[in-house]
């Protein structure tokens, strides 16, 4: 198979022209993917670039990404964030093992971990109509968003920067000022990957319009030791127009099921991220 779509520029990669991005077809003889498979060796990976299947594609591209951030902490480039939101949007319902079902008769928000390692998570929602996550964020963290069937409402907002706090933004128990990024926008299948980015979104909420399913990548993902818990959060709009985002206890009424991945194999053999 090979990878078809990677990253112009950054994680180790060299250059690649902009009419290539969308474009590469060379499979396992693209200079690309020998440049890949030299690092998916380094890293103790024994597959090649050409027996990954999509999701190990994308797993090994975040890798690229993400593991060298632990020493090296940086801001990851547009054209990164762009060559995971391919890989991701590659990703069909079926290949997922979450086909839209016929009856969507479901009550209770189920979860799958599809794979949890130290650089990324991937996960997968379902929600019956009405459901909600609630308003949360995702410190330091970048998050590709992919509804797979049904829609629904988003409201995100932003962070306001403060100079000198870690990620650029306030982290802690105080009310912090956020701006409205998205308010109640509707995304569905067709509205492609939607990133949320460390200063960008990064407090949000989803409602299901309908019976919904969605994909997130997480990376990095949670760590509470690193400095990356999940904080819950009430948003009320003050008499100047602006908005405070205080930190709340998690909502007695969120309650999610646990189910099973029965996409396609997401495990790399003898990877460090699939220990």
């Known amino acids: 198979m090979g990878l078809r779509r990677v990253l112009r520029g950054g994680a180790g990669l060299p250059n690649m022209p902009a ?39 994308l797993m090994m591209l975040c890798h690229f990404i993400f593991a060298p951030l632990k020493d090296e902490p940086r801001r990851i480039t547009p054209e990164e964030i762009e060559g995971v939101s ?9 290949e997922l093992g979450v086909p839209e079902p016929q009856s969507k008769a479901f009550k209770t928000i189920e979860y799958t971990e599809v794979f949890a390692g130290e650089h990324l998570t991937i996960c997968i929602f379902k929600l019956p109509a009405g459901a ?27 962070l306001a920067p403060v100079r000198g706090m870690m990620g650029g933004v306030r982290r802690g128990r105080a009310p912090s000022q956020v701006s409205v990024r998205r308010d109640g926008e509707v995304w569905g299948a067709a509205s492609g990957v939607q990133v949320t980015e460390p200063d960008k979104g990064n407090i949000h909420q989803f409602t299901a319009v309908t019976p919904c399913c969605f994909l997130d990548v997480l990376a990095p993902p949670y760590n509470f030791q690193d400095g990356r818990p999940c904080t819950y959060y009430q948003v009320d709009p003050q008499a100047d127009g602006s908005h405070l985002a205080t ?19 997401a495990a790399m053999e003898d990877s460090e991220e699939a220990k």
Do not use: F
């Open 19 to 57: 009419s290539w991005l969308k474009n590469e077809r060379l499979g396992i003889y693209s200079p690309y993917v020998q440049v890949a498979m030299k690092q998916t060796m380094d890293h103790g990976m024994h597959q090649t670039a050409g027996q990954l299947n999509k999701l190990q594609e």
């Open 86 to 94: 391919m890989l991701v949007d590659d990703l069909t319902p079926t």
């Open 132 to 158: 909600q996550l609630p308003m949360h964020d995702h410190p330091q963290m970048t998050v590709w968003s992919k509804v797979l069937w049904g829609e629904m409402a988003v409201h995100a907002y932003d």
């Open 247 to 265: 930190p709340v206890r998690c909502p007695d009424s969120y309650v999610t099921r646990s189910v099973p991945y029965k996409g396609i194999e």
